[in-house]
Nanobody
Framework: QVQLVESGGGLVQAGGSLSVSCVAS????????MGWLRQAPGKEREFVAG????????YYADSVKGRFTISRDNAKNTVYLQMDSLKPEDTAVYSC?????????????????WGQGTQVTVSS
């Protein structure tokens, strides 16, 4: 089992920046592929970014590529998402996710564990 707890998020104006982080506990953190998912009201959960177990490979959704950066610190059991040039359409609940595999995926359903999420609101 893996437990995930997010922090950060909040309210920011369009064009601004926010950072969210996630601390994992439970089974060996560096064995998991980690990711960030988001869900806006009335919409399905979607993949935002994912990072492999060693932290040297990452995937991004086209909608955030070039604006968001995912990173991880295995010594701290923490994964981060730096969000720059935020847009109102980035408004959503952002959840940390972990996968029992070292294979990166952009499919939300293939992540085995999710956190409760943290709200990110971007005003226009």
């Amino acid at each position: 089992q893996v437990q995930l707890v997010e922090s950060g998020g909040g309210l920011v104006q369009a064009g601004g920046s926010l950072s969210v982080s996630c601390v994992a506990s439970g089974r060996t953190f560096n064995m998991n592929t980690m990711g960030w998912l988001r869900q806006a009201p009335g919409k399905e959960r979607e993949f935002v970014a994912g990072i492999n177990w060693s932290g040297d490979r990452a995937y991004y959704a086209d909608s955030v590529k070039g604006r968001f950066t995912i990173s991880r610190d295995n010594a701290k059991n923490t994964v981060y998402l730096q969000m720059d040039s935020l847009k109102p359409e980035d408004t959503a609940v952002y959840s940390c996710a972990a996968r029992d595999s070292r294979i990166l995926t952009m499919i939300p359903e293939r992540y085995n564990y999710w956190g409760q999420g943290t709200q990110v609101t971007v005003s226009s």
